[in-house]
């Protein structure tokens, strides 16, 4: 990089692509948020934020590796999936745990090679090759699984590795991380294997000119970045407890975003680890700030894009060094310039930070004032807790009584109109009480991007959690730690672990909707018949749990119904349209189609419209607004779901109860405002039954 | 025949799979050769069709843009919003692909004008749309839309054979146009050898914003005949979008490194991917093996390309 012109200073050397501006720009981040909210610069949420970065971190390390050669490496989410699936898989099938890691590895390792094969041997381009394996390896381990088997119930030795911390503090996964960090670091720095990466990346045909075995050299950066992307699997199987199909789901874009933030160029040739790192943790912090700060995760992105915008055309412009891969002379000439072009840089950064924050304070400034307040309460009230034990283990104690209690409630996806209608019942719920309500969550379905909102809530000092838990296993792990801390904590909609919470607000049980559903379809097929089923993804563990339950109660009380398939929606009312429309063609005999997401109501009856089969009946569940007009039309007969308004004003009533003690264990009824007195059985309180709709009652509701 | 096989070995390979996969239905199995069946077919690959036929031209200039699925849903819900503002739908349908132009040219100057590599520049805004797209909606799906905006006011029957004859005579002409004209040519040219092409006086970033505008005026087309197929539109459409176009434009033939390709190949590659999932349906088959087919396919496709010793360097088709 730096040839010529004598030995260049010590920041030029560890820094040859300005990384050095990404620790101001985590600084002025760290100011901006902790001047915000004073829990975030604790201990605690440092290493929290460390926590979360491990397995965007691993894959991000690898890629530094990949795209130095100039490559990329599209699949390493997929891989991470791939993986968790072959060490559950494999672990189920008797293998000890140890060895079911090491098969997970050896797979990684392959991926790579195959990779490596792909680009060296055959000339594919890194990308193609890398976006078909990205949909091989997801497809392979959906299909190995079924898309619904998850792995559970693993040793806790093996938890440990995503749990556990070491003396009270020090997250194992922060280890490993930084353990892969610090050899990969060397490999890439101190080695000849480091620096022939780097001169491949310039220009391969001249590295192989200088003697540099371009194609095995290649091939072990992709081997690393396999490996890596798998360990990350192994991680996040662990953190979360369990393993499916769908961990690391859209992963590497925030890797490669890292890396790219980070000073690499995406042409080759340029990039450091450290620079990695920097770039990770600018975004990671982003992230976890504006979570703390209340903020929903919108902005975050919104964010993220407009950073990454601003860091890169910096670089690019500022820097004046061409991206057109013909320029072959531009690295010659670059020295010079460099750190008057670095305060510039420098300057952009820090406005486009600074710019994010003061667009946030402006477009809502009421929740910001609200979150400043409140964090200066929780700092007088629990200062000498806090002070006491830096560390984190102290237990926070409840704020003043004359703080707004906060209350914060995790959906499992945001988009989703379902839980776009409970918002409403949950916002006038906070209303009527005086309480400042927090709702956020992914905008799909995650578990992990789930535990990382609660992790942020808890870090955070929020009154009561409500969760409904797009995973059992990897909410309930977080949501005892929120009870640890003396957090409130419930689950609705879908529950976590018994002892992960103090209530469960049930809207209606698994077995009761599957059998309300199989009840319904069985009716509108006259008794006997095929159906079909139009699910949310094949990975989705609620639809699959009420999948369950309409075939049990098909088997047992409608001996004449015969499944004939399940189809995927994604969760997209188009895909829906489509799969209905082919169902019904394909399956000319089913009586009856029994959707079961939000989306694919609406998604299979405008198939069953344009279709024109009005012998083809249709129920499911989904959210009468978006159905009124085809159940008027009568597309659609039935659809079966409980007042979702009413769930969300009936969990934060019941969240509020349990933060001011009202609610305590023993009671057996409820009372909730607008909804009268409710039943509680033992540890859940009861909404009601499922409600049947159809064209007779549906104008009666208004979400 | 023999020369015209020689001559185009991707073309000829993909007609080959696709003859195959569509004579898997054949046997005994009822309802897919139906009318009915093929203009669904056809109507639901539309959409990717369209987008691809603008990918093609974007990657075949050497760029590639992975924003077109939040392009794709922000083009829905525009063009919704500004019907149920009580817009007509032809001037809803012009100000929809003005604002994919602006999208497109938005990609364009920042790749050409900031100097930020495609992949990543399409990687801030397709985070930036998604997200914003969500913050203005809030997750609601747009309805109340003017009786009009479903088919843009035809008759149900008929309109599906108006989307494919209007979305067929655009697809064809800019598959000529991309062959035969100097502005067609010059989209090779640019992505064959950036520095050349400005050494014979093209101005090649001028053509890489026109590149990435056209690809954003085809994704807000795909959006509107996507879009109005329904009486509402969802939120949290297009997820996935880039990779299915990009996988057909790639399963095509048009080189990934640029200089090469054609609209021929792209639409072979949409219907070969766009009917295997269909294809699966009709033979029973577990729909959870679909992606790993796609998957392996693009593989095999991209293998092909260098096992039977096709040249490599960009050259103009």
């Not at chain 1, 915000?36 to 530094?64: C, D, K, Q, V, Y």
């Not at chain 1, 964090?375 to 104690?397: C, L, N, R």
């Not at chain 1, 009413?646 to 019941?654: E, N, Q, S």
Request: aromatic letters at 8%; proline letters at 4%; a positive charge.
């Amino acid at each position: 990089m730096n040839a010529g012109g004598g030995r260049p200073g010590r920041l030029a050397r560890h820094s040859p692509n300005g990384e050095w501006v990404l620790i101001v720009v985590l600084l002025a981040e760290a100011a901006v948020f902790g001047w915000a909210h004073p829990r975030f610069l604790s201990w605690e949420n440092t290493f929290e934020i460390a926590r979360l970065a491990a397995e965007t971190g691993l894959l991000a390390f690898g890629l530094t590796a990949v795209i130095k050669t100039g490559g990329i490496d599209l699949s390493v989410g997929s891989m991470m999936g791939l993986a968790a699936v072959a060490l559950g898989g494999s672990w189920s099938l008797g293998l000890p745990v140890g060895a079911a890691v090491f098969l997970a590895l050896l797979l990684g390792a392959a991926g790579g090679a195959l990779h490596g094969l792909l680009v060296t041997r055959l000339r594919v381009p890194p990308l193609i090759a890398t976006l078909g394996t990205f949909s091989l390896y997801r497809g392979l381990a959906e299909a190995l699984t079924g898309g619904y088997t998850s792995y559970t119930g693993f040793p806790a030795g093996f938890l440990a590795l995503g749990q556990a911390y070491l003396f009270g503090w020090l997250p194992a996964q922060l280890l490993i991380a930084g353990a892969v960090f610090l050899a990969l670091w060397v490999l890439l720095h101190r080695t000849v294997f480091g620096r022939e990466l780097a001169v491949i990346g310039h220009n391969a045909a001249g590295a192989r000119f200088a003697g540099v075995r371009v194609g095995a050299v290649t091939l072990r950066a992709y081997v690393i970045c396999g490996v890596c992307a798998a360990l990350a699997g192994v991680i996040y199987v662990a953190r979360i407890g369990q393993a499916k199909a769908d961990a690391g789901l859209g992963y590497e874009l925030t890797a490669i975003a890292a890396v790219v933030l980070g000073g690499a160029s995406i042409n080759g040739g340029r990039g450091t680890l450290h620079g990695t790192l920097l770039g990770l943790l600018c975004l990671i912090v982003l992230q976890n700030g504006l979570r703390l700060a209340g903020q929903p995760s919108e902005i975050a992105g919104l964010l993220t894009g407009a950073v990454l915008i601003a860091a890169i055309a910096a670089a690019q412009v500022l820097f004046r060094r061409s991206v057109r891969p013909v320029a072959a002379d531009a690295s010659v000439s670059e020295n010079p310039e460099e750190f008057t072009m670095k305060n510039h840089q420098l300057a952009l950064l820090i406005a486009a930070i600074l710019g994010g924050a003061a667009l946030i304070a402006v477009s809502n400034l009421f929740l910001a004032r609200s979150v400043v307040e409140a964090g200066a309460s929780i700092q007088t009230a629990t200062h000498a807790a806090v002070a006491a034990a830096p560390g984190g283990a102290a237990t926070v104690p409840p704020p003043p009584p004359q703080a707004r209690r906060v209350v914060a409630l995790t959906p499992k996806a945001k988009a989703d109109p379902y839980f776009v209608s409970c918002k409403q019942g949950a916002d006038a719920a906070a209303a009527e009480l005086g309480v400042d309500l927090l709702w956020d969550s992914p905008t799909d379905p995650d578990p992990a991007k789930q535990t990382e909102v609660v992790e942020a809530w808890i870090t955070r000092g929020v009154d009561v959690i409500a969760a409904s838990c797009a995973s059992p296993e990897a909410l309930s792990s977080v949501l005892r730690k929120a009870r640890a801390r003396g957090i409130g904590v419930i689950s609705w909609d879908a529950d976590a672990k018994a002892d992960a919470r103090q209530f469960f607000v049930n809207q209606a049980t698994a077995e009761g909707i599957g059998t309300t559903l199989a009840d319904e379809g069985a009716r509108l097929a006259g008794g006997s018949g095929r159906y079909a089923i139009v699910t949310a993804s094949l990975t989705d563990a609620n639809q699959n749990e009420w999948i369950k339950f309409i075939q049990a109660r098909m088997a047992a009380a409608h001996p004449g119904m015969a499944l004939a398939t399940i189809q995927p929606s994604d969760g997209q009312r188009d895909k829906a349209m489509t799969e209905t429309r082919n169902i019904v063609r394909a399956y000319p005999d089913v009586k009856v189609i029994i959707a079961v997401a939000a989306p694919a109501v609406p998604g299979a009856a405008e198939a069953l419209k344009q279709e024109n089969r009005r012998d083809v009946k249709l129920t499911g569940l989904s959210v009468p607004s978006l159905c009124k007009a085809y159940v008027h039309e009568d597309w659609i007969q039935s659809i079966v779901l409980w007042n979702t308004q009413d769930l969300g004003y009936l969990t934060v009533r019941a969240a509020v109860a349990v933060a001011d003690g009202s609610l305590a264990p023993g009671a057996t009824s409820f009372s909730a405002g607008r909804l009268g007195t409710l039943r509680v059985e033992g540890d859940q309180i009861l909404l009601g039954k499922p409600f049947v709709f159809n064209a007779g009652n549906i104008d009666d509701f208004d979400f | 025949m023999k020369d015209w096989v020689k001559k185009h070995p991707r073309e000829a390979a993909l007609l080959g799979a696709i003859a195959v996969l569509f004579l898997l239905p054949l046997g005994g199995v009822d309802g897919f050769y139906t009318a009915g069946n093929l203009r669904n077919l056809a109507i639901d690959n539309l959409p990717v069709l369209l987008a691809a036929a603008g990918m093609t031209v974007v990657i075949v200039a050497g760029q590639i843009d992975i924003s077109i699925g939040s392009q794709f849903v922000a083009g829905g819900i525009a063009a919704g919003l500004l019907a149920r503002s009580g817009l007509p739908m032809p001037a809803v349908a012009l100000a929809t692909l003005g604002l994919g132009a602006l999208f497109g040219a938005a990609n364009g100057l920042l790749v050409t004008v900031a100097r930020i590599p495609a992949i990543i520049a399409t990687l801030a805004t397709m985070v930036l749309l998604r997200n914003g797209v969500l913050r203005a909606t809030g997750g609601d799906w747009i309805q109340g839309l003017p009786s009009g905006f479903q088919w843009f006011g035809l008759a149900p029957a008929s309109a599906p054979l108006v989307y494919l004859a209007g979305a067929g005579l655009v697809f064809a002409a800019a598959a000529w146009a991309l062959r035969h004209t100097t502005a067609g040519r010059a989209f090779y040219a640019v992505g064959c050898d950036h520095e050349a092409s400005r050494r014979v006086g093209l101005n090649p970033e001028r053509r890489v914003v026109a590149a990435f505008a056209v690809l954003g005026v085809a994704t807000a087309a795909a959006a509107l005949l996507n879009y109005t197929r329904y009486p509402t539109i969802e939120t949290n459409g297009g997820l996935g979008f880039e990779l299915k176009v990009i996988a057909a434009v790639v399963v095509g033939g048009t080189a990934i490194t640029g200089g090469r390709g054609s609209l021929i190949g792209t639409f072979l590659g949409v219907i070969l991917l766009g009917s295997i999932g269909t294809v699966f349906t009709f033979l029973h088959v577990n729909p959870a093996w679909e992606k790993a087919i796609q998957g392996a396919i693009l593989l095999v496709a991209v293998v092909a390309d260098t096992a039977f010793g096709r040249r490599r360097e960009g050259t103009s088709p």
